[in-house]
């Protein structure tokens, strides 16, 4: 499952990212990687921004990357 289909206010793990190395650096820098547990605040109709909260912080990443990160849920 992608984070896109992840349902606002759910939680999961992320299992992994198919990107390339500047993907995988981005989403690093902003706390996203293999393992961490991230929740999903809101997200936009026809691929607008989806927010999450990883930890204490919220961030929002474009449709596109959220698409490609995979989540198991949690809970």
């Known amino acids: 499952m992608t984070l896109t289909e992840l349902k606002p206010g759910d939680e999961g793990i992320v299992m992994?990212?198919?990107?390339?190395?500047?993907?995988?650096?981005k989403l690093?820098?902003?706390?996203?990687?293999?393992g961490v547990k991230i929740k999903?605040?809101?997200?936009?109709l026809m691929g607008g921004p989806v927010?999450?909260?990883?930890?204490?912080t919220r961030v929002a990443i474009g449709y596109?990357?959220?698409?490609?990160?995979?989540?198991?849920?949690?809970?």
């Open 51 to 56: 927010i999450v909260q990883v930890g204490n």
């Open 64 to 75: 596109g990357m959220a698409h490609r990160i995979l989540i198991r849920p949690v809970g």
């Open 16 to 25: 992994g990212i198919s990107g390339g190395r500047g993907m995988m650096r």
């Open 40 to 44: 999903k605040i809101s997200s936009q």
């Open 28 to 34: 690093e820098s902003l706390g996203i990687r293999i």
